[in-house]
């Protein structure tokens, strides 16, 4: 049970645009930034963005991060077929000071 | 560039101790920033281990922390972990990773999987 709630999935077609939510608390998400993370099958994951305006090299601009209260969201424009892949949210818990994830939500790209 | 490679055995037998190695390069660990380990059980999430700073501070995730030690060797720049009497709840890929604002992990290692089983 991740403390942080995902959709299992999201599909859309490519060239669609798609979103992808993150609900938590006040002393997870309420409290912290959030961040995104990609998952290729069989790789590790890698920071995508978060909302201190991290956005490594690389990841371009049809990736975006917004926040409000205890949800996020995590959007992506234009889809396109390489975009298949798990996506995590993940934030600082201040009340359990630890670091929390949600469970994963698979992209498929039809 | 930062880049960070877990190392350590990828069998453990039930009731012994997981110990791994994370070799950091492209900065020195005693730099300021923090070191977590996070683990996925096969098919599972993500769950956080513990991070450390090289001023000693430390958290640990309390559903793991009798049994977890992390530590900071800044002679060789790298990270360890611990883990005391697994099971099979233990098996997962072990990722070490660079924190940079709490709960934000820039740098990621490949991970390493480790399995329990007699």
């Known amino acids: 049970q991740s403390v942080l709630t995902q959709p299992p999935s999201v599909s859309a077609a490519p060239g669609q645009n798609v979103t992808i939510s993150c609900s938590g608390t006040?002393?997870?998400?309420?409290?912290?930034?959030v961040s995104w993370y990609v998952q290729l099958p069989g790789r590790g994951p890698r920071l995508l963005i978060s909302?201190?305006?991290e956005r490594p090299s690389g990841i371009p601009d049809r990736f975006s991060v917004s926040k409000s209260g205890t949800s996020a969201t995590l959007g992506i424009t234009g889809l396109q077929t390489g975009d298949e892949a798990d996506y995590y949210c993940?934030?600082?818990?201040?009340?359990?000071?630890?670091?929390?994830f949600g469970g994963g939500t698979k992209l498929t790209v039809l | 560039q930062v880049q960070l490679q877990e190392s350590g055995p990828g069998l453990v037998k039930p009731s012994e101790t997981l110990s791994l190695t994370c070799a950091v390069s492209?900065?020195?660990?005693?730099?300021?920033?923090?070191l977590a380990w996070i683990r996925q059980s096969p098919g599972k999430g993500l769950e956080y281990i513990g991070s450390?700073?090289?001023?000693?501070?430390?958290y640990r995730n309390p559903s793991l922390q009798s049994r977890v030690t992390i530590s900071l060797d800044t002679s060789k720049n790298h990270l360890s972990l611990r883990l005391t009497s697994v099971t099979a709840a233990d098996t997962a890929v072990y990722y070490c990773?660079?924190?940079?604002?709490?709960?934000?992990?820039?740098?990621w290692g490949q991970g390493t999987l480790v399995a329990v089983s007699s």
């Open positions: 990773a660079r924190r940079g604002q709490p709960g934000v992990f820039n740098f």
């Open positions: 492209g900065y020195s660990i005693d730099s300021g920033y923090y």
């Open positions: 450390i700073h090289h001023s000693g501070s430390t």
């Open positions: 006040t002393s997870n998400i309420g409290s912290s930034y």
């Open positions: 909302d201190d305006d």
């Open positions: 993940g934030t600082w818990d201040i009340r359990l000071s630890v670091a929390v």
